[in-house]
């Protein structure tokens, strides 16, 4: 179990993981208090990757004052995601050749990239292409994120955020500055 309590908001991720080897299955909850930025809600998530660490599949149950979704992203044999959403809508795509999902807000989805590229100080600087989610609207993108080893951590610059994580020695945050802290 990992909890991140956010920091200078009143949020929590808890995530109860199953590792073996690069394989993750991940049961997590992000509950948020409302801010300036959004409304209050609860996501709750179950993440699947192959034994080589990439992203199978994702499946989110979002609550908000403004109503519930339920949505799922799954990767094919083909590496095509196909993206569930409310409604009955299904968008097929490469979403420019992503093999993580990334959840915003969520420290844990950071630890995907990193572990599956072996990423520690030393490494070069890589951009990663990911199915990205927003939270709490719930919107699924295409988004490319940069990590860049350094001798303190691993910087990040994402569609919300640029940062220097610090990472433990399995791959996963323990702190994303202006974000969250784990607990």
Request: aromatic share 8%.
């Amino acid at each position: 179990m990992l909890t991140w309590r956010g920091e200078g908001t009143d949020r929590l991720e808890q995530v109860r993981l199953q590792v073996n080897g690069p394989r993750i299955k991940a049961y997590g909850r992000i509950i948020a208090a409302a801010t300036d930025a959004h409304e209050a809600f609860s996501a709750s998530y179950e993440l699947v990757t192959t034994d080589t660490g990439v992203t199978r599949r994702l499946s989110i149950h979002l609550v908000r004052a403004s109503g519930e979704t339920q949505f799922a992203i799954s990767r094919d044999m083909e590496n095509h995601w196909l993206v569930h959403a409310p409604g009955g809508e299904s968008v097929r795509s490469d979403f420019d050749g992503a093999l993580d999902v990334d959840l915003a807000l969520s420290p844990l989805f950071n630890a995907l990239p990193i572990r599956r590229l072996g990423l520690t100080a030393g490494s070069p600087a890589v951009e990663v292409p990911v199915v990205y989610v927003y939270l709490p609207d719930g919107a699924v993108e295409p988004a490319k994120l940069t990590y860049t080893p350094q001798e303190n951590g691993i910087a990040i610059v994402s569609p919300v955020a640029t940062s220097t994580l610090s990472v433990d020695d399995n791959g996963f945050v323990v702190d994303y500055p202006g974000l969250a802290t784990r607990v």
